[in-house]
């Protein structure tokens, strides 16, 4: 099977809201129609933030008028990504993503990953002068080190290569670009995350028979995640773990009090949020949490720690979430908080306004910034 380029057809703002995405001096501009490509290692069936990023990214951006094409591990020679099995990684992508560019002739390329798909496409960028933005999306250099122990610096030098020549590298949070500027990355530009809250929606309850309240988590099961540290806190009720990953089977085993389900998908997985009470968001290492959006949209309060994504997501609000370095302190103070505010908090986050936002930052023909090279 040939490789081949996914192609796509057609209340009170919080603080965050206000500065993140409505107050983009572009934002309204009337952005003429695109050829816009997309490259990516990550896309079904991994289930991630990412992937469900890029797959609204790809909807909105037809919406809106624009050609999209993916190019993706799809159709390629893979391999597992180690102790990553979903994760495929795409074998000498270099003169097919070459193919794809000639024959799609986008106009605009961003590079979401940097992965073996992303290298081929800078690549290819680099070779023919062409100008690409990227993205940061994970925070590899924390996951390697959790499961090899290779020295983040190692891992972060590797990174501003890879998105040095970038016009743009796009993140979702201020907090996560104040930490790679100081890292030594250039060109950080803003690209925050929506919610689908027509999907995302409070919804029945009374056919989740697990005791009340019902504490929920919605991820990867893995150790950078810090799911254990969830599990161990003493709670009332239940504890719900929607997801998949390397610490599933292990876990179950340790925790036989605790429902896990596996993953969960679209109408099935909004069930399981509405059907819950309190979400709960163990991880430190998230550049983001599109789950925090989710889980707001349906109404759930929501107990993390005072992070990068978290903190950036609530601000100074009180009312949707609650943060703390304790936290069981936290759940158990999330418990008291209104869904309903919850509900509304999330509104604010429209995935039309995020991929305006999108658009603004890419890199098109007339720009003159070229920082090629590398």
Request: proline letters at 7%; aromatic letters at 10%; a positive charge.
């Amino acid at each position: 099977m040939a490789p081949r380029a996914i192609s796509l057809s057609a209340g009170r703002r919080s603080d965050f809201v206000r500065r993140e995405i409505f107050d983009l001096p572009a934002i309204e501009r009337d952005l003429r129609p695109m050829r816009i490509l997309v490259a990516t290692d990550a896309w079904a069936p991994q289930v991630n933030g990412v992937v469900r990023t890029l797959e609204t990214l790809g909807v909105q951006l037809t919406r809106l008028g624009h050609d999209v094409r993916f190019v993706t591990p799809e159709g390629f020679r893979t391999i597992p990504m180690p102790t990553y099995p979903e994760i495929k990684l795409a074998l000498f992508a270099r003169r097919a993503v070459g193919r794809i560019i000639d024959d799609f002739k986008p106009e605009a390329i961003h590079i979401a990953t940097e992965g073996p798909v992303g290298l081929a496409t800078r690549r290819n960028c680099l070779r023919r002068g062409i100008s690409f933005t990227t993205s940061f999306h994970t925070r590899f250099p924390e996951y390697i080190h959790a499961r090899f122990g290779v020295p983040t610096a190692l891992a972060y030098a590797g990174l501003r290569w890879f998105h040095g020549p970038a016009t743009a590298v796009m993140v979702a949070t201020r907090t996560l670009e104040k930490d790679l500027t100081a890292r030594g990355f250039k060109n950080l530009r803003m690209w925050s995350r929506g919610v689908d809250v027509e999907l995302f929606k409070p919804g029945a309850k009374e056919w989740l028979d697990l005791p009340r309240p019902v504490f929920l988590y919605v991820g990867r099961v893995a150790i950078e995640k810090s799911v254990e540290e969830f599990l161990k806190l003493d709670l009332p009720g239940s504890k719900l773990v929607v997801g998949d990953g390397p610490q599933l089977a292990e876990l179950r085993t340790r925790y036989p009090a605790v429902r896990f389900t596996g993953p969960k998908f679209g109408r099935e997985l909004a069930r399981y949020y509405a059907a819950s009470d309190v979400f709960v968001f163990p991880s430190r290492t998230d550049t983001f949490g599109l789950v925090v959006l989710e889980a707001l949209a349906s109404g759930l309060p929501v107990a993390a720690h005072p992070v990068q994504g978290p903190i950036d997501i609530f601000g100074d609000n009180v009312a949707a979430g609650a943060l703390s370095e304790d936290l069981g302190e936290a759940a158990r103070r999330a418990m008291q908080l209104s869904p309903q505010a919850c509900r509304l908090f999330a509104m604010n986050f429209s995935w039309e306004a995020c991929t305006r936002q999108f658009l603004t930052n890419l890199a098109r023909p007339q720009d003159e910034r070229q920082t090629l090279g590398a």
